[in-house]
């Protein structure tokens, strides 16, 4: 049976549509091993392939996606494009998910 401390905050309309529609784009898991690279730190296109072993296309259709719903942003640098976490309620879901990944 579940605690009943951790019941006791009831959970806002929007707060809720707006963690429901990341959590739908975060449903791929490459997408959360993309999340989990950034967390270190800023990286390029290029990094962020190699971490993920995923070709160029299909990294940049994924981190396109996570960066239109607000999840990442990206800056230039020259001929480089370098993402990083923008909403930090990402990592606080990530830590969610290792804790679950405990008593699985």
């Known amino acids: 049976m579940l605690s009943t401390k951790f019941m006791t905050v009831v959970l806002r309309n ?3 549509l707006e963690v429901c529609d ?3 784009v975060l449903g791929h898991p ?3 091993k993309i999340v989990e690279y950034l967390e270190k730190g800023d990286a390029s296109v ?3 392939m190699k971490s993920v072993d995923v070709s160029q296309p299909i990294a940049s259709q994924h981190l396109l996606l996570m960066k239109s719903k607000g999840i990442l942003c990206s800056r230039r640098d020259g001929n480089v494009i370098i993402y990083s976490i923008k ?3 990402i990592l606080g879901l990530l830590s ?3 804790k ?3 008593n699985f």
């Open 14 to 16: 929007d707060f809720l």
């Open 22 to 24: 990341k959590i739908k």
């Open 30 to 32: 490459l997408r959360i």
């Open 46 to 48: 290029s990094e962020i």
């Open 87 to 89: 909403d930090t309620m």
């Open 96 to 98: 969610c998910l290792r």
């Open 100 to 102: 679950s990944q405990q």
